[in-house]
Structures are given as structure tokens and as C-alpha cells.
């Protein structure tokens, strides 16, 4: 369980069903908020967007409600004592920066998760697409790859040592209704593999 104000986008059991990696948008600045609350919700088409991140959070069995049973809250009004209610987990966050997650998926292994990043959520962006492997425990990039034109991620091998996607490579004219080419890349290094046909 959790409570995300921001609201959470799509999300993916580890594979052993102990955590759950999910994304979640990226909350308004202060300025945002000013903005709003003098002249209402409005914004330039394509100019403002907010970027999306990779989160995680452990699952507790123990932590399912019982029938009746409510969230703790933070607010001194609300009169339900702290021991007849539930307190939620904290999730950790596992990417930031200036770049959108589009997509992600947990290795076989359960250790990393593979990512799809582009600079912003705007479709036109996604021709800018690269591809990065995230070690779940210590938070450091494992692999990257990142051609000029659009990268994206298709599987993993079973025993979580190779990755497969399709790239585009440098062809960033010609990109949208040419086939994608596809490799195979060990996760130990060396050159990716172009797979014969491709």
C-alpha cells in the first residue's frame, strides 16, 4: 500500500513479490503553485510538462488493513489516534534528473531494472529515447546505451546478463518508417551483437 499525493502511473512487481518499482510524476514548484492560484490552471501547448520518475517501495504483508482499519494522517484536526490506523511505507526514489522515464522493467534476477528515458514527456521527444540498466540496491547505472536517434528496450535474457532492444542508431530523419535494427548487449560489456536480418 501506499499514498502518493502525485498519483502513480504504472507499476511492476519484483519478481520474488517482496517490492514494486512504479512511476510517479514529478510535483508542481512553488512557482506553478503562485502561478495557479493568481490566474488559474492554464499553460503553453508543449512549453510546460512535468517529468516522471522511478520509484520503489517495499511490500509488507503485514501491512494489508483490516476491515474498518484507516491511514494515519497528518493533519492535527483529525481525531483518529496514531495507534488505531495505519501508517503507510515511504517509497525511495531510484532515478532524477532532467529526463522523463517512459517505460521500465525488472530484470529476471530481481537485482536491476531496465528504463526507457527521453528528455520530456512530449511524443515528439521520444525519437530522443536512450536506454539505462539501474542497480536496485546501491542506485548506479549498470548500462546505458544511447545512440543519437531512438533507443528502446524489448527484453531481457533469463538469466538477467543481456538485454535486447531495437535502435535506430544515427538516423534521425528517416527513423519513423525505416525498420528499427536489433541487438543483443551483455551487461559484462563488449560491443552489442546486430542480429542477422536486421
Known amino acids: 500500500m501506499s499514498n502518493e499525493d502525485d498519483g502513480v502511473s504504472n507499476f511492476e512487481w519484483s519478481p520474488d513479490g517482496k517490492q514494486f518499482a512504479f512511476v510517479k510524476q514529478e510535483p508542481e514548484d512553488k512557482e506553478e503553485k503562485k502561478r495557479k492560484e ?4 492554464w499553460a503553453a501547448d508543449d512549453a510546460e510538462y512535468h517529468l516522471s ?6 511490500f509488507k504483508p503485514d501491512m494489508m488493513p ?4 484507516l491511514p ?3 493533519e492535527k484536526k483529525d481525531s483518529t489516534a496514531k495507534n488505531d490506523c495505519i501508517t503507510y511505507p515511504k517509497a525511495t526514489r531510484l532515478t532524477g534528473g532532467s529526463f ?7 530484470s529476471p534476477d530481481g537485482k536491476m531494472i531496465v528504463y526507457n528515458r527521453q528528455p520530456n514527456p512530449l511524443i515528439n521527444y521520444s525519437m530522443y529515447s536512450d536506454i539505462e540498466v539501474i542497480d536496485v540496491a546501491s542506485k548506479q547505472i549498470k548500462y546505458k546505451v544511447a545512440n543519437p536517434s531512438v533507443d528502446n528496450y524489448a527484453a531481457w535474457s533469463p538469466d ?3 538485454l535486447l532492444y531495437t535502435s535506430s542508431l544515427d538516423d534521425t530523419t528517416s527513423f519513423y ?6 541487438f543483443v548487449a551483455g551487461l559484462a ?6 542480429l542477422p536480418g536486421f
Open 38 to 41: 493568481r490566474y488559474g490552471g
Open 53 to 58: 520518475h522511478l520509484w520503489l517501495l517495499e
Open 66 to 69: 483490516s476491515p474498518g482499519e
Open 72 to 74: 494515519c494522517y497528518d
Open 100 to 106: 522523463t522515464v517512459s517505460g521500465f522493467d525488472w
Open 160 to 162: 538477467s546478463k543481456k
Open 177 to 182: 518508417y525505416k525498420n528499427d535494427k536489433l
Open 189 to 194: 560489456g563488449g560491443k552489442p551483437a546486430l
